[in-house]
């Protein structure tokens, strides 16, 4: 039997932090995309996905895509992704808390940004 192995991390996490971390991007219309590359500029970030699909986005704790990415709500992952299922499942024990587990807090080299 495997055993389930579940992985915690706090709930006020960066997105840049977080998409860093999972490399999954939930789109508007409910799908799920991987991601292939993420170039940071400053407060912005360029994502690029595996289906080719190039998105701006902006560092929040709050913004749709990092709720979403959160709460896990996607209806689909992207066929052309072609998202491999155990990151899939990994990403299914991944768990969000107030109070205990990892900050995430990666000295994430933004280009244009000044490191704190
Ligand atoms: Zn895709």
Known sequence: ????????????????????????????????????????RGEYAM???????????????????????KNKWY?????RCKIPQWKLDKYGTVMFSDHYGKRLNYNIKREGGENE
């Not at 595996?50 to 749709?64: F, T, V």
């Open 1 to 40: 039997m495997k055993k389930i192995e579940k992985r915690f991390y706090r709930k006020n996490v960066e997105l840049f932090d977080l998409i860093n971390k999972i490399k999954l991007w939930p789109s508007k219309s409910g799908n799920l995309h991987g991601i292939k590359t993420i170039v940071y």
């Open 47 to 69: 994502l690029e996905t595996h289906c080719g699909e190039k998105i701006l986005i902006k560092n929040s704790r709050n913004s749709r895509a990092a709720r979403w990415l």
């Open 75 to 79: 209806t689909q992952p992207c066929k």
